[in-house]
């Protein structure tokens, strides 16, 4: 099962490195700040992997999930900045 937690990492080191706010990363992932307090806390009960990756995407990152049959494992991969379209 993909882990909220490791998205939730992600949305964390997107923040950080773009310098912004609680307040202003939730105006940017269209999300309210209470919203935003509870992903960053870590309070993901309330969140789908949907959500959360939606979430990456607007704060300009992209997301590349790779499955691999066999051993039962689903990773994210090549989590890093969005290719912005002109």
Do not use: C, W, Y
């Amino acid at each position: 099962m993909l882990s909220k937690a490791r998205l939730a990492d992600e949305i964390k080191k997107a923040i950080a490195e773009k310098g912004l706010t609680q307040t202003a990363a939730a105006v940017a992932a269209h999300e309210a700040q209470s919203q935003m307090s509870l992903v960053m806390s870590g309070h993901l009960q309330g969140f789908s992997a949907n959500r959360l990756f939606r979430i990456l995407l607007r704060l300009g990152r992209n997301v590349d999930i790779t499955i691999t049959r066999g051993n039962g494992r689903i990773r994210i991969a090549g989590v890093g900045p969005a290719a912005r379209k002109r």
